[in-house]
């Protein structure tokens, strides 16, 4: 498979991400080329043409992966599909992308875990990497500025669900046969920002609520019944004993993310994916000369300004596309799982999240690990050997 410089993609599922993301991309690409896609509904394949630069549709995913020609799978459906799809995909050997999340089960995600690792393909898992906005917090972490790390927390929003008109089942994201509500769709990508600063959990507690059970929704011009969780609250213990909590949300009326990083030397705050600030304590003679530091992005994710310190050297760039970043891993050969192992962690987060919400908030172990690739020194971390002795009285240091 993949011999030449192009590699063969089958795409399975033929929604919005796929035709703002997926469909671009491959066109975009010098290495990769559509050669089938699958959908349940041909009306949606042939609603693309005449435009569309394929000819070859399956009404089964199974037969698309059947195909001897096509090298690669990116799946693209509905979140409880995952883990049916993916499987298939590898049992193949096909090197295989899967979209957020990774699976709406436990057993599943590990599933696909085992059959990577007895499969030959390169195997990706969405969330994918860093933004351009976390690799450069990340840069200032690991030149000490922040001293050690404290705790970390993550408020994050959207409006709520698309609402699909035209699709064959428009609202299904509203519905309990998504899997879940806002942590699945949307808290994902904000426990994927987490976990590439703070490694894996040891354990989660949640809870959860839906706040806007009655949704109207203009595209529909309808008021639509939920069926799923539209806010989640987190905790997150991790070895290390900082303090880690997580807010995700559907009814925030509009975009909003605010991650604050808290050290002992400062605070590192970034509102939305434009700006970062820190504000420096007490910094010694021998410290970096830093009281103020605000740095932001361009449109095309460069950096565009920096004050009071020197950070043309993090090489702020646009990232390669998800596809491209796909297709170099399959042509260069790199079968690595590491992305994949943070996936099944995610997954088994989000599903203990859904568990201790439904047992009122109980605090769930997790077992499954992964080794982050942020870089970050070990020693920003090393917080839990502090004599806390004399204020046992106000709780736990933690």
Known sequence: MASSSIVEIGLVG?????????????????HAHLAAVSSQHKGTFEGLKPDFPCETWYADFR?????????????????TTHAEIALAALSAN?????????????????????????????VMALPWKQGPIDELMLSVIRRGVLGKVL???LVNGVNGPLYRKGAADPDWAFKKRSGGGVLLGHGVYGLARIASIVGPANSVKAEMA????????????????????????????????????????????????????TGTEGVLTSPGRTAVFVQGHNQGDGAAALRDLKFSLDDTNKLASVRAWDLSTLGATPPPTVVDDFVDCILAGDTSTSNLERAVHMTEQMTAAYESSAAGGVRVPLTSTFVPNSGLPGEVFAIGDCNTSQFTASGRFR
């Open 14 to 30: 033929l929604g919005d991400i796929s035709r703002k993301r997926y469909i671009p991309q491959i066109l975009n690409s010098k």
């Open 63 to 79: 037969e698309l992966v059947a195909q001897p020609n096509v090298d690669a799978v990116i799946i693209a459906t509905p979140h």
């Open 94 to 122: 096909k090197h295989t992308l899967i979209e957020k999340p990774l699976a709406t089960r436990r057993p599943d995600a590990l599933a696909i875990q085992e059959a990577a690792k007895k499969s030959r393909a390169v």
């Open 151 to 153: 705790s970390v927390r």
């Open 210 to 261: 839906l706040l806007r059970p009655k949704r109207r929704v203009a595209a529909a011009d309808a008021v639509l019944e939920m069926e799923v969780e539209d806010y989640c609250a987190m905790s997150l213990e991790v070895s290390t004993k900082q303090d880690v909590t997580f807010e995700c949300g559907w009814t925030y009326g509009g975009p909003g993310d605010t991650l604050t990083i």
